[in-house]
C-alpha cells in the first residue's frame, strides 16, 4: 500500500513569490492535515481537510491557504513568501481512528 | 488550554540503558494519544495510539502507557538505531484538535 507522497522534495523560491505544495493521501483516507515544522521546532498545525471541505485552521495568516481535491489529494498554497516561512511542510492523511500517517515532506526555501 | 508537555527535551543514553519518556496533557474530550518516531529531516512515523487510561502498547523495545493525564514511552535496553526526535501527540474533541509536543529527542550513543 502506497504511502503518503509529497511533492516537490525541494523548493526553492524568493521573498513576495508563491509555493505550491501537493499531498497525495493513503487510499481510502479522507483526511488530509498540514503541518509546518520550522528547522528545530514542533510541528504547527495549519489546515485540516475532510471530505474537500476546510475543517480547522491553525493560528495562520490568511496568505497560507489550501483545497483538497474530490480525489482527497491535498495542496497547500503560501502566497506572498517570507523569508520565516521556510521550513519543513508536512501532509498527513487520517483513519476515522485518528492515527495520522506522514509523508516526507517537502522543504520550503526562502530567499 | 489544551496542551501537550513533553519531557525531557533530550535525552543521552548508553547502549543498553533503558529509560522513559514523558508525554503530559490537558486536552477537551480525550480522542487518542498517538507516539511517533522522527528522523531527521523526514516525516514522523507512526508508533502507537492509545486510547483509555491503563492501555499499554509494545513495539520491540518500545512500550506506551497511559493514565488520565499522561503519557510514558519506556525504552528498554535502547541501541544507536533509535536515537530520534519521538514526538507525542493527542487528538480531542471528536478529532477536531490535534496537538503535537515539542518532542523528546534521543540520543543513543554504543
Known amino acids: 500500500e502506497a504511502g503518503v507522497t509529497q511533492s516537490p522534495t525541494h523548493l526553492i523560491k524568493t521573498r513576495g513569490q508563491q509555493a505550491t505544495l501537493r499531498c497525495s493521501p493513503i487510499?481510502?483516507?479522507?483526511?488530509v492535515y498540514w503541518y509546518q515544522q520550522a528547522l528545530g521546532l514542533g510541528l504547527q498545525f495549519l489546515l485540516w481537510y475532510d471530505e474537500g471541505e476546510e475543517r480547522n485552521r491553525g493560528n495562520f495568516p490568511p496568505r497560507f491557504s489550501g483545497r483538497q481535491f474530490p480525489n482527497y489529494s491535498s495542496e497547500l498554497n503560501v502566497n506572498a513568501l517570507e523569508l520565516e516561512d521556510s521550513a519543513l511542510y508536512l501532509c498527513?492523511?487520517?483513519?476515522?481512528?485518528?492515527?495520522?500517517?506522514f509523508g516526507e515532506g517537502s522543504r520550503l526555501t526562502v530567499l | 488550554e489544551d496542551q501537550v508537555t513533553q519531557s525531557p527535551e533530550a535525552l543521552r543514553l548508553q547502549e543498553g540503558e533503558s529509560s522513559s519518556l514523558n508525554c503530559s496533557y490537558t486536552v477537551s474530550g480525550l480522542r487518542g494519544l498517538f507516539w511517533y518516531r522522527q528522523d531527521p529531516g523526514k516525516g514522523p512515523e507512526f508508533l502507537f495510539t492509545l486510547y483509555s487510561a491503563g492501555e499499554e502498547k509494545e513495539k520491540e523495545r518500545l512500550k506506551a502507557t497511559l493514565t488520565k493525564k499522561e503519557s510514558f514511552l519506556h525504552i528498554t535496553a535502547p541501541k544507536p538505531e533509535d536515537s530520534a526526535t519521538y514526538l507525542c501527540a493527542v487528538a480531542g474533541d471528536n478529532f477536531n484538535k490535534f496537538y503535537f509536543g515539542s518532542g523528546t529527542k534521543l540520543n543513543v550513543k554504543p
Open positions: 498527513a492523511s487520517a483513519k476515522n481512528t485518528g492515527e495520522l500517517f
Open positions: 487510499s481510502g483516507h479522507t483526511s
